[in-house]
């Protein structure tokens, strides 16, 4: 069944400026028509992740519309991420129920990040993988009830800022490689990237912003060229 459309336009959209595009598909839905040598992607995956592929990439094409591009292809680079037209930049991301990507063309935007998250808790054997220590003690100061939810809201942070990172560093990194502060009541935080990392100094300072709703973390990063 597909599902009807949560309005992440009017929530989540805003955790951008005004001159990022955000759209949204559905990744159960059937197969939607891939341009050109996107097709070549799918060719040996299962049937969800080509859904997932399909659905990125058509919330992708409707961001390039609502900006006054001719929808155009999103190949996949052999690290996997997106490779965007010329003149363009974004982030795709999706859960087992919606897909939602970013799209800017302002010039003076070097990179987007863009991660969504279910608010299920974070298993606790996976907090110190994913977390720092000062984040582990971030969490410590938190009600025990709150402590799974919020991990899961530092992962997904990470992610986006992983995200929008890569496409300057061209870098993978490990989780303990950012440190995040949290500010909930904001729906901010600040991100320390701690190596030396080509195009980001040690000790560069990221922020971003999430929202949480209709049972999911929005997690966002726009970085200035």
Known sequence: MIQQKFD?????????SNRVAMAWSDP??????LMGDEVLVIEQVTAARAREFGAGRAAA????????????PVLQGEDRAPVWPPGLT???THS????LAVVTDAP???ALGLDL???APLEPALWPEICCPEEMNWLASLGPSQRGHFAKLIFCAKEAIYKAQ?????????????????DLHAGRFDATIRPELPGLTAGTCITGRFVILSGNIVAAVELAA
């Not at 992440?8 to 951008?16: C, M």
């Not at 094409?61 to 155009?72: D, I, T, W």
């Not at 087992?96 to 897909?99: L, T």
């Open 166 to 182: 890569y496409q300057i560093s061209r870098t993978m990194l490990e989780f303990h490689d950012v440190a995040l502060e949290v």
């Open 61 to 72: 094409r409707a961001a390039m519309e609502m900006l006054g591009h001719v929808p155009r």
């Open 108 to 110: 003076d935007i070097a």
């Open 96 to 99: 087992a129920r919606d897909c």
């Open 28 to 33: 159960r839905a059937p197969m939607p028509r």
């Open 117 to 119: 998250e279910p608010t």
């Open 8 to 16: 992440f336009s009017e929530f989540a959209r805003p955790l951008f």
């Open 90 to 92: 974004g982030s795709i």
